[in-house]
């Protein structure tokens, strides 16, 4: 199936990952993979950091005159601002006497990450949590993304919210995609976009940061993907593991999610029928989210996710010293007043991740045309 693993550290000299599971004859290149690691690294509200870095992933193996050959991709991204960090970040011992640091920052993995790894030093830790990780998993997902477009499911993003002010809607069904890859916070409301904005400065000025929502969509899923028979098969399990481990993300729901809380069966359900000019069996609404008892169910799969402030704050929070246990200011790390817009982004990613899986799970192939005959073969089937 497809699977990956990460490697690297925010400042370390490069991010790495090794992508497994690709069938053969799937064409990619770099510049694809471009798109999408440039798109999460914008947004209004970034920091310093984005301004040094611009990421490219290289491709190192898997990829022959630009087809996959079924072995693992392995990919390259090179932290540019490792040079402003050699010292620190050595991978051999220096000689150099090197500050730790020990302030804990609260909303981080500086104190739990620290004692659990027997460390003095934040730095392996944060390192390693920071956000920065994310951009490996971003190229990951596009290689998900264009193996996807193989079977026409198309994903995409907005946001919904940022400190506290909401997008007039949030019925996927009406979202300007267009839009939305135009405006500085990814939200296609205009009038809820310069909210935003103001809230993101006024923050930035105050020294805060600002959390807020996405929401991440995924059209064109075969119905099907997924399993009821295993706790660990389903697909909305994976889908809400996958969109919790993104940094920041404190919770997630899919469809309606938690405003179903608040309805009687009879309206939290959507109406089945059978579309016969397309030969597609629909539902006359979306609560669900398009996933059913584990498995898509051929409508668009929507996931909501909840993204928490940035803890690295300009003006600090008081906590304690790791070495001590004295109350200090918190550790201030180079941050950004909002991360939201990026987050959808990041949120395209793992979703991509998932329903590459899910497809691969469902229709196997080593090659390319295996895998699109043999989910041809199965929506005919269902068609009949």
């Known amino acids: 199936m497809f699977r990956f693993l990460t490697a690297g550290e925010s400042h370390g000299r490069a991010l790495t990952a090794v992508v497994e599971g690709i069938p053969a004859g799937l064409r990619l290149d770099e510049d694809y993979i471009a798109r999408d690691l440039k798109r999460r690294q914008g947004g209004y509200g970034r920091g310093g950091r984005m301004k040094i870095e611009q990421d490219r992933a290289e491709i190192l193996s898997g990829v022959r005159h630009g087809l ?31 500050e730790p640091v020990t302030r804990l920052r609260p909303g981080h993995a500086d104190l739990a990450g620290a004692l659990k790894y027997g460390q003095e030093d934040v730095r392996p830790i944060l390192e390693r949590a920071s956000a920065r990780e994310t951009a490996a998993r971003v190229a990951v997902g596009a290689v998900a993304r264009r193996f996807l477009d193989e079977f026409g499911i198309e994903i995409h993003s907005h946001t919904i919210a940022i400190g506290g002010i909401w997008a007039g809607t949030k019925d996927s069904t009406n979202v300007d995609w267009g839009q939305v890859e135009g405006s500085p916070v990814r939200c296609g409301d205009g009038e809820a976009e310069r909210k935003m904005m103001a809230a993101i400065d006024e923050a930035r000025e105050g020294g805060d940061s600002v959390g807020g929502g996405f929401q991440v969509v995924a059209s064109g899923v075969p119905i099907g993907l997924g399993s009821h028979v295993q706790w660990d098969r389903r697909l909305d399990g994976k889908i809400a593991q996958a969109l919790m481990s993104i940094n920041a993300v404190k ?26 000019a397309r030969g597609q069996w629909r539902h006359a609404s979306n609560r669900a989210g398009g996933v059913e008892g584990g498995m898509a169910n051929g409508e668009p799969v929507v996931v909501n996710a909840v993204v928490k402030p940035i803890p690295t704050l ?15 200011q918190a550790h201030v790390e180079r941050a950004d007043a909002c991360v939201v817009p990026a987050a959808g982004v990041i949120g395209e990613a793992m979703l991509a991740i998932v329903l590459a899986d899910a497809v691969l799970e469902k229709f196997g192939g080593d090659h390319i045309r295996e895998t699109l005959r043999n989910c041809q073969g199965y929506l005919e089937a269902i068609r009949e």
């Open 68 to 98: 996959t050959i079924g072995s693992p991709i392995s990919l390259l991204l090179w932290n540019r601002d490792w040079e402003n960090w050699q010292d620190v970040m050595a991978i051999a011992a220096v000689e150099k006497a090197i």
């Open 251 to 276: 919770g997630v729901e899919i469809g309606a999610g938690f405003s179903l809380a608040s309805l009687r069966g009879s309206q939290a359900h959507d109406i089945i029928h059978f579309d016969r």
């Open 314 to 328: 300009g003006k600090p929070l008081p906590s304690a010293d790791l070495k001590t246990g004295e109350t200090v």
